[in-house]
Structures are given as structure tokens and as C-alpha cells.
């Protein structure tokens, strides 16, 4: 789903921030959006993955947008809200980006009765706006990856964990444009997950193959 609304701040955010746009005066919806189907052959030895939902901060699991406005200080805004929780929009787009991937042969959630050869936690650890500097607003997106082997193939455990972080500066200081940035983001921060992950698959012998 996507959405091409274009919302507005809400009007306490015109007292606190700076110069805003003019609030809006419904309220707007909007999605994380999952990419495009790609339609590409499999490698022969793709993997099968196994992916949690994704856990969002507290402090970012709202419908409700958020922004930072100054200091430790955040601020929701009633006008401009997501269509469902981000932890699910963020899941449905995490699955997406895998299965695009051609190393990748399937996408399951864990209790799914497949033989898996990864686990796959995701976290987001921000997802705001920055308009605490009244000259200059940002989009911020944090996300924490852990890929660890199916319990009992291999010894160690965890594989690797890693954080991406991205702050993209807004022309516009509206929802639409926030909202447009996250989705760049996200986007930005799978294609170096995928890289990594592609990487690392190809390199530690112990969990590569943890079927065979």
C-alpha cells in the first residue's frame, strides 16, 4: 500500500519548532511500504530464512507519528499516523526486501514447520523526525539486525549483529515528506543488510550450510 497524501504538522509543533508548514486539518495516513516484487531466478543454494517480527522502541511504537522537538523531548502528532502499527509495516517491508534477494529462497516465520537455515531479528531502535535546529529538519531511522544460526546447528549461537542508522535531511517540514524519506531509508539500510548478509553467508563454514 501507498499512500500520496501530503500531510501537515500538527499546531503544537508550530509553537515549538520553528517554521513549519500550516497544520493540517485532517488527519493524514500513511504507510512503510514494502518494494516492488522481483521477479529473479534463485541461486541453487538459496537459503531459507526465518523472520521474527520486528520489535519497535517504546518509544516509537505508535500509530501516531513522532518528532523530536528539543533536548530528550518528543512530541506525537495526532494528524499524521501511520495506516497500522510500524512494527508490522516493518516486517511485511523486511520480508519483502528478502525474498527479492536471489540468495534467498523462502521467508517463515519461526514455529513454521520448515527447516530453516537462519533466524532473523530486526529492531528498530529510531524512527522520528529532527526539528529540534528551526534551520533544519531530518529523517532518522535506526535499525538493528541479529542473524543467528537455528538452535542446534551450530555452535556459537548468535552469527552477527549489526546497526544501521541513516539521517536524511527534509526540504519540506511535513508528514508526507517525512514519511517519503523513512521509506528511502529503510530502503537504503536493506540494501546494506542484503550486501552483508549475502557476505556473510558465503563465509563462516559452520552456519552456511546448517542443513547439510
Same mark, same amino acid.
Given at each position: 500500500?501507498?499512500?500520496?497524501?501530503?500531510?501537515?504538522?500538527?499546531?503544537?509543533?508550530?509553537?515549538?519548532?520553528?517554521?513549519?508548514?500550516?497544520?493540517?486539518?485532517?488527519?493524514?495516513?500513511?504507510?512503510?511500504?514494502?518494494?516492488?516484487?522481483?521477479?529473479?531466478?534463485?541461486?541453487?543454494?538459496?537459503?531459507?530464512?526465518?523472520?521474527?517480527?520486528?520489535?519497535?522502541?517504546?518509544?516509537?511504537?505508535?500509530?501516531?507519528?513522532?518528532?523530536?522537538?528539543?533536548?530528550?523531548?518528543?512530541?506525537?502528532?495526532?494528524?499524521?499516523?501511520?495506516?497500522?502499527?510500524?512494527?508490522?509495516?516493518?516486517?511485511?517491508?523486511?520480508?519483502?526486501?528478502?525474498?527479492?534477494?536471489?540468495?534467498?529462497?523462502?521467508?517463515?516465520?519461526?514455529?513454521?514447520?520448515?527447516?530453516?537455515?537462519?533466524?532473523?531479528?530486526?529492531?528498530? +531502535?529510531?524512527?522520528?523526525?529532527?526539528?529540534?535546529?528551526?534551520?533544519?529538519?531530518?529523517?532518522?531511522?535506526?535499525?538493528?539486525?541479529?542473524?543467528?544460526?537455528?538452535?542446534?546447528?551450530?555452535?556459537?549461537?548468535?552469527?552477527?549483529?549489526?546497526?544501521?542508522?541513516?539521517?536524511?535531511?527534509?526540504?519540506?517540514?511535513?508528514?508526507?515528506?517525512?514519511?517519503?524519506?523513512? +521509506?528511502?531509508?529503510?530502503?537504503?539500510?536493506?540494501?546494506?543488510?542484503?550486501?552483508?548478509?549475502?557476505?556473510?553467508?558465503?563465509?563462516?563454514?559452520?552456519?552456511?550450510?546448517?542443513?547439510?
Amino acid at each position: 500500500m501507498r499512500c500520496h497524501a501530503i500531510g501537515y504538522l500538527a499546531p503544537v509543533l508550530a509553537l515549538t519548532s520553528g517554521c513549519l508548514s500550516k497544520p493540517a486539518l485532517v488527519p493524514q495516513i500513511y504507510s512503510l511500504d514494502s518494494p516492488p516484487e522481483r521477479v529473479e531466478s534463485r541461486l541453487a543454494d538459496a537459503r531459507v530464512i526465518s523472520l521474527r517480527d520486528v520489535e519497535v522502541a517504546p518509544q516509537f511504537d505508535h500509530t501516531d507519528l513522532h518528532y523530536r522537538t528539543g533536548g530528550h523531548r518528543l512530541e506525537s502528532d495526532p494528524l499524521a499516523r501511520f495506516a497500522a502499527p510500524p512494527g508490522a509495516m516493518l516486517t511485511d517491508s523486511i520480508r519483502a526486501y528478502l525474498l527479492n534477494a536471489n540468495f534467498v529462497r523462502d521467508v517463515v516465520s519461526p514455529g513454521d514447520d520448515a527447516p530453516v537455515d537462519l533466524l532473523v531479528e530486526a529492531r528498530a +531502535n529510531e524512527l522520528s523526525a529532527d526539528f529540534t535546529a528551526a534551520g533544519e529538519a531530518a529523517a532518522l531511522v535506526t535499525l538493528e539486525f541479529i542473524v543467528s544460526s537455528p538452535r542446534g546447528s551450530a555452535p556459537g549461537g548468535s552469527a552477527f549483529r549489526k546497526q544501521y542508522a541513516r539521517r536524511a535531511r527534509l526540504s519540506k517540514r511535513t508528514s508526507g515528506a517525512l514519511v517519503d524519506a523513512w +521509506n528511502l531509508e529503510v530502503a537504503d539500510i536493506m540494501r546494506d543488510f542484503l550486501r552483508d548478509l549475502e557476505a556473510f553467508l558465503t563465509s563462516p563454514p559452520a552456519i552456511a550450510n546448517p542443513r547439510q
